[in-house]
Every structure is written in C-alpha cells, then in structure tokens.
C-alpha cells in the first residue's frame, strides 16, 4: 500500500504510531490503548486542580446553600474549560454525563457551574492515564484500562 501511495503523493512513513491529534497510542498484547493523559495532566494543572485532594466522584451538583443567581462575569473561561473536558470525553466516557451537563450551561454559567467543572477535574486528577482498550479479539467489547 506504502509502495502504491508513495509515487502519486509523496509520503513518509513515520513508522508505528504512537501520538495522534492529542490522543497517545500504545500497542499492547490484547490490542490498541487509546489515552490522553498529556492533555488531562495540562489541563489539571492549567485549573489548579493538581494541588487540591482528588474526588471520587464526576460530578457535584451545585449546592443550594449559596445563591445560584451569580452569573459569571466572564464566561469564556467556563466555556474553554468545558469545551476541553468534552474533548476528553473521547477517552474518558466516564465523564461524559458531567461534560454534557455541564454544556447546557455554556450560555449563562453561574459559580455553581464553574465549581462543578473543577470538581470534574479534581476527579480526573485521580487516575489522569486513564484509556482505552480496543482489543484484537473477535468480539467488540471495548473496556477501560490503566496504564502507566
């Protein structure tokens, strides 16, 4: 196939792949582990998150102590933030419900929203390396794995 494309488009072979569009790509016995743990890590300390205790937990819904009514006055960090955590849901689906909750609000976030994002991160500070497994087997099943 390499032979055939060469010609017609001048390609490179870079050899086996191991970095793609964000996403790392180990080749293990039973398959492909797909995982963004550089991105998770970056974006963890870019939110100082890696300093405080991490949760268990994806999501905290907003406590009805404080007043939902403060809007925040700059809702494009809310925004960006979301808006990485929904491009982590490519690896982690175990944040998918939080991201998709979160993004309903990316119109009009209050302190509430905010705090429930970060808390999103603190739980992606429990285990960042988490991927996924794309077996060779026959069957289609598709797990979560750790790899370090």
């Known amino acids: 196939?390499?032979?055939f494309l060469d010609p017609q488009f001048k390609i490179k072979d870079l050899g086996a792949l191991n970095y793609f569009l964000g996403m790392e790509v180990l080749q293990v016995i039973d398959g492909i582990v797909l995982a963004q743990r550089k991105f998770a890590q970056e974006l963890i300390a870019e939110y100082q998150c890696d300093v405080l205790p991490p949760v268990s937990c994806p999501l905290k819904l907003p406590s009805t102590t404080t007043d939902p009514?403060?809007?925040l006055t700059n809702a494009t960090t809310y925004r960006k933030l979301v808006?990485?955590?929904n491009?982590?849901?490519n690896t982690r689906?175990?944040?998918s419900y939080a991201v998709q909750y979160l993004s309903q609000f990316l119109q009009t976030p209050t302190q509430h929203h905010l705090d429930a994002a970060l808390h999103t991160l603190r739980y992606l500070n429990r285990d960042f390396?988490?991927?996924?497994l794309f077996n060779n087997r026959n069957c289609s099943l598709t797990t979560a794995i750790h790899f370090s």
């Open 1 to 3: 196939m390499k032979q």
């Open 69 to 71: 009514s403060i809007v």
């Open 83 to 85: 808006g990485k955590q």
């Open 87 to 89: 491009y982590l849901t």
């Open 93 to 95: 689906p175990d944040i």
């Open 129 to 132: 390396s988490q991927g996924l």
